[in-house]
Nanobody, 120 residues
């Protein structure tokens, strides 16, 4: 079984920072890519940042220059450093990983989500 667990969400004032973490555990052979998505109430889930096994990154325009995604391949962990947070960043943030499990099958897995609230 593969499990993704996010942490680091919470309440922050506008202009503040948060660092989200995602740990993938279980029967994992390799992780191809990890990403962060978010879903605000009444809106569709959107990709905001991803990173492949080589470290190449991709960001949504709405977070470029403010958010930074990173990963530690040895620890099957991804982080999302969020700076200059705005009220419109408030959402549930989900970690996602495309990985090969010990059964040699490629699958996409999701975490349970962590709430980020930006409010004064």
């Amino acid at each position: 079984q593969v499990q993704l667990v996010e942490s680091g969400g919470g309440l922050v004032q506008p202009g503040g920072s948060l660092r989200l973490s995602c740990v993938a555990s279980g029967s994992i052979l390799s992780i191809n890519a990890m990403g962060w998505y978010r879903q605000a109430p009444g809106k569709e889930r959107e990709l905001i940042a991803d990173i492949n096994s080589g470290g190449s990154t991709n960001y949504a325009d709405s977070v470029k220059g403010r958010f930074t995604i990173s990963r530690d391949n040895a620890k099957n962990t991804a982080h999302l450093q969020m700076n200059s947070l705005k009220p419109e960043d408030m959402a549930v943030y989900y970690c996602n990983a495309a990985l090969v499990s010990s059964s040699w099958s490629l699958g996409v897995y999701w975490g349970q989500g962590t709430q980020v609230t930006v409010s004064s």
